[in-house]
């Protein structure tokens, strides 16, 4: 159906598009400074002209889209999907699809190859990094659609005192969704912390002594591919874009072996160890999420060393994520890794960029103590916080069950949380 363009050239064409292939063709002509209705009439002439193959978009949950073309492209068009076999909605996907690619985005050019490095630290035990870790890992992963759906849902029913608390408006929050979409990532998480939670949570075996582990790689005992070790979350919302390097036992004798390989090994610098054994698989992924032991010796230097700012990298594109909780004990401990960091910095002359503060675990019913720590932890100077995830349920019932907490409850406060920190991370 159509309707006439007020000039008389052009024609309103009804038609249907999948939302996320809207909103990137809405991005990408804001990028390039694109007429929307030029980008479509350049699509769909080249895709015309093409002989293909293209490949099939799901163009399930397409919405409304409607378009003004010039005269007669439309029914051109329509002809040229009858002789291939596609729908009218086929067709225009693969047509926008096609010139997305043949059109990347001007950040593309500029985009380093290494990976995004994301150590998730912390010198105290049970403030949640493995929660965050992983949380931030599903949140990079999973299908870019569902999430943004899911997160716009839950934007839309934020409290005021919710806002308050984020510090932003739902209108500046609803911006930030459509300038910027986290899924779709290629995530490796490696669980560093010879505790093996991370590990444990997803029902994935602990690497006993003796085996293959990413602690033999380190320190040079080891001539075998690190791939092998990797397991894939089989979990069709992140559709095998999530995987999980495995904890290992041999972790807790790792800084004692990194300090012998050092003495032994003329040219061995143990602060570079996590790097050289990650770095022959960095090109698999896009984004490596690091959950560090509560630890204050060689193997988090190693860690730490691992999120600095690399040759021609942005400033905060990789770096450190500290999870804290409003209580005391958790800011003498964030005292202790910020020493650390700054004589790493200084000793090693490196920049190691703070990617912010995950307050953890938060419960206003404890009273001044928790809601005390909140502001201060919001005041400093040097650090932003990121998000407040409450103390729910959510959480400990996906660890329980052995299931990622964005496949368990996508749409529970804590999911969204989480996707709300891969966002301010990704920035």
């Known amino acids: 159906m159509a309707s006439p363009y007020p000039d008389g050239d052009r024609e309103k064409v009804a038609s249907k598009l999948p939302p996320a292939l809207q909103r990137e063709l809405k991005i990408r002509c804001a990028e390039l400074v694109l007429d929307i209705q030029d980008a479509v009439e350049a699509a769909i002439i080249a895709w015309r002209s093409s002989t293909g193959p293209f490949p099939d978009i799901d163009t399930a949950g397409a919405k409304s889209f409607s378009p003004w073309l010039p005269p007669g492209l439309y029914d051109d068009f329509r002809e040229t999907c009858g002789s291939r076999g596609v729908s009218y909605t086929q067709g225009l996907a693969q047509s926008i699809s096609e010139w997305l690619r043949e059109h990347p985005s001007p ?44 997160l716009s849902q839950f934007v839309e029913s934020l409290a005021y005192s919710d806002l308050k608390r984020m510090g932003k408006s739902k209108t500046q929050l609803l911006d930030m969704l459509a300038e910027l979409t986290v899924g779709g990532r290629r995530v490796l998480v490696v669980d560093y912390d010879p505790q093996s939670h991370l590990s444990d949570q997803l029902g994935i075996p602990q690497i006993r002594p003796g085996g293959e582990s990413l602690a033999r790689h380190m320190v040079g005992e080891s001539d075998g591919d690190l791939r092998d070790l990797i397991v894939t979350i089989d979990d069709p919302r992140f559709e095998r874009r999530l995987h999980v390097l495995p904890g290992a036992f041999d972790g807790f004798v790792l800084d004692s072996k990194l300090a012998l390989t050092a003495a032994q090994s003329r040219g061995f610098q143990k602060e570079i160890a996590l790097e050289r054994a990650l770095r022959p698989i960095e090109s698999d992924y896009d984004v490596v999420i690091i959950d560090c032991p509560p630890s204050l010796g060689l193997s988090m230097d190693a860690g730490l060393y691992y999120a600095r700012r690399r040759r021609n990298e942005r400033p905060g594109r990789s770096g450190v994520l500290i999870p804290v909780q409003a209580e005391d004990s958790s800011a ?35 009273g001044y103590v928790a809601t005390s720590s909140l502001e201060q932890w919001g005041s400093l100077a040097d650090q932003q916080v990121l998000a407040v995830l409450d103390d729910l349920k959510e959480q ?32």
Do not use: F
Not at 137 to 150: F, L, N, T, V
Not at 344 to 353: E, G, H, W
Not at 399 to 426: E, F
């Open 107 to 150: 950040k593309d050019a500029a985009r380093p190859t290494d990976p995004q490095r994301i150590v998730v630290a912390n010198q105290k035990g049970g403030v949640g990094k493995t929660s965050v870790s992983l949380g931030l890992g599903e949140a990079y992963a999973e299908d870019p659609e569902a999430g943004h759906q899911a």
């Open 332 to 366: 003498t401990a964030y005292n202790m890794l910020v020493e650390q960091i700054e004589d790493l910095r200084k000793d090693l002359v490196l920049d190691i960029d703070y990617l912010g503060l995950v307050v953890n675990q938060y419960d206003s019913r404890r």
């Open 396 to 427: 400990r019932e996906a660890v329980r069950m052995k299931q990622p907490l964005l496949s368990y409850a996508p749409a529970s406060k804590q999911a969204n949380t989480m996707r709300l920190i891969a966002m301010g991370a990704a920035k």
